[in-house]
């Protein structure tokens, strides 16, 4: 039974390659066609305050060693470019033999997001195309543009901007945006 709802799943890969099977999973879903499929993939890491030589030294810290988190759509096309991405050797939850894994649980993957220091992406607000809103940040900060394009799987926006009495279009994040 195949689902098409967005999940994370974690993957267990050779430990200290997280990072290069990151790399390379983020490639081959670019060069593969995949962007639909596979959207973000997470090495968790935290701060670690360390004393050397006589001064402190902040490092990154990998909190799950020889794990990697990615937030997938899990198809037959996508299990296989992520389970034949090299370093990977294979899904935790899987029961081999080519099944499915199973996903984290929201509140799973919520607590991991949150102790990185990133929330989990969620939106109580709902857009449309059509409507107005007041960009809240970044170089368009106060200006106001109507929405032509919403992609609220990636929580981005495309938004039309009168600059100079042209209409510019700019790419921006649910959370940089507020409703009139």
Not at 45 to 51: R, T
Not at 89 to 99: E, L, P, Q
């Given at each position: ?10 993957l ?9 099977v ?6 081959r879903?670019?060069?593969?066609g ?9 090495v968790p ?7 050397k030589n ?17 937030e997938?759509?899990?198809t ?8 034949n991405?090299?370093?990977v ?11 499915k894994p199973a996903?984290?649980l ?28 007041t ?13 032509t394009e919403v992609?609220?799987d ?5 938004v039309?901007i009168d600059m ?11 959370d940089q945006?507020?409703k009139?």
């Open positions: 039974m195949e689902t098409f709802e967005k999940k994370w799943y974690v267990h890969t050779y430990s200290g390659y997280e990072n290069k990151k790399a390379n999973l983020i490639s879903a670019q060069s593969m995949m962007e639909n499929n596979i959207f973000r993939v997470i890491e935290e701060q670690k305050v360390e004393q006589g001064k402190k030294e902040i490092e990154m810290e990998k909190v799950f060693p020889g794990y990697v988190l990615v997938m759509v899990m037959d096309e996508s299990w296989f470019v992520v389970r991405t090299p370093g050797t294979g899904f935790v939850g899987s029961h081999g033999a080519g099944s996903p984290l929201d509140e799973e993957i919520d607590h991991v997001l949150a102790s990185m220091g990133g929330a989990a992406r969620h939106s109580d607000v709902e857009y449309e195309v059509g409507e107005s809103v960009i809240t940040e970044g170089a368009f900060n106060k200006m106001v543009g109507k929405i992609q609220a990636k929580f981005k926006l495309f039309d100079f009495g042209r209409q510019t279009n700019a790419e921006l994040d649910f945006v507020e009139l």
